[in-house]
C-alpha cells in the first residue's frame, strides 16, 4: 500500500487515504496517518472533499492563488 500511495496526486492521496479510513472504522484515521506517514488532517480534507461529490469533479488538485505574491 505504501508504494501504491506514494504513485498517486495529492489529491487521490487524500481521497484515497480518507476511503481506507473509512473502511477501517473507528480510529482508522489514527491508524492509517501512522501506517502511510500521512498528516491526519489531510485525511480529514479527504473525507470532506469525497461527501462533496462538486470537489471530486474539479480539474485542478490546489485552489488558484496559492503561489508567492509579486512584489
Do not use: F, N
Not at 6 to 35: F, N, P, Q
Not at 44 to 67: N, V, Y
Amino acid at each position: 500500500m505504501p508504494g501504491y500511495y506514494s504513485s498517486l496526486s495529492e489529491k487521490d492521496r487524500r481521497c484515497h487515504t480518507a476511503v481506507e479510513a473509512v473502511k477501517l472504522g473507528h480510529g482508522g484515521i489514527s491508524y492509517i496517518s501512522c501506517s502511510l506517514g500521512c498528516d491526519y488532517h489531510a485525511i480529514k480534507s479527504g473525507a470532506c472533499e469525497l461527501a462533496d461529490e462538486s470537489a471530486l469533479h474539479q480539474p485542478r488538485i490546489r485552489r488558484r492563488g496559492g503561489r508567492r505574491k509579486a512584489a
